[in-house]
């Protein structure tokens, strides 16, 4: 019986630590589309980069790994040269991965309210719901992250149970707003500009982001928890998308 997706992306994933060629065999490298700009595409197989890896005594947890439909997203620590947090999402046709997009930054926290980056619930619930939570997040990403309004931002998130995972908030929604709130030379300093992706299992969704933080170029990636109708978890990343100058490959970070 054929491994779920997003358990054989739990293996690849893993064996970065180990060396393990097999886990690889997953990834159609013929059709492998990667959407990191700092990675040269096609340079080094996976097999050769993973045993690379390995000598360096690399860390890997993956902390949540979700399946919806033909993609795969996992939320991960990783240890390498420094320690940071990312999400992972894979794309498969075939029965293999064919496409691959990441966001990484730095792990920070934890934050006031005692969270880190990664802890709190890791398994899916409510998977008869999937539809209506990428629903709620998408509306919730388009209305008050993007466009801006503020005043509806308890309509989306439930400002009682709310927890929040990202190392310069806390659990208090009015400190969410403040932070949407703060401009930087006459423009948000959080400016979501786009939304590309909404991949969702039962209470868990994941939007992927575009816009900019600081006036720095970002991609946002942001992962909720939905229950009764409202966001009452949160994690994310942000990562500089480098200048298109610099990309080590042409298929653009979304």
Request: proline residues 3%; hydrophobic residues 35%; contains cysteine.
């Amino acid at each position: 019986m054929t491994a779920a997706k997003k358990d054989q992306i739990r293996t690849l994933l893993k064996s970065i630590e180990t060396g393990d060629p097999g886990p690889v065999a997953v990834v159609n490298e013929a059709r492998y589309i990667q959407h990191n700009p700092q990675t040269h595409e096609g340079s080094e197989g996976l097999a050769a980069l993973f045993k690379r890896l390995s000598k360096t005594q690399p860390r890997v947890n993956i902390v949540r790994a979700f399946e919806d439909g033909d993609f795969v997203f996992a939320h991960t620590e990783y240890d390498f040269a420094s320690r940071k947090i990312g999400f992972e999402v894979f794309r498969f046709e075939d029965g293999r991965a064919v496409e691959h997009w990441d966001n990484i930054q730095e792990r920070l926290g934890p934050n006031h309210a005692g969270h880190s980056m990664v802890d709190g619930t890791t398994e899916a619930a409510d998977h008869e719901l999937t539809e209506s939570n990428r629903a709620l997040v998408r509306s919730f990403v388009e209305t008050v992250l993007v466009d801006g309004q503020l005043d509806r931002l308890t309509e989306f998130v439930d400002e009682d149970t709310y927890a929040e995972h990202n190392p310069r908030l806390v659990d208090d929604v009015s400190t969410l707003r403040s932070a949407l709130e703060a401009e930087d030379k006459g423009r948000r300093r959080i400016d979501y500009q786009r939304v590309h992706r909404v991949l969702a299992e039962g209470d868990f969704v994941l939007c992927v982001s575009e816009g900019s933080r600081g006036g720095v170029h970002s991609a946002f990636y942001d992962l909720f928890r939905v229950a009764k109708g409202k966001v009452v978890e949160h994690w994310d990343t942000t990562e500089k998308i480098a200048p298109r100058s610099e990309w080590k490959n042409n298929n653009g970070k979304f």
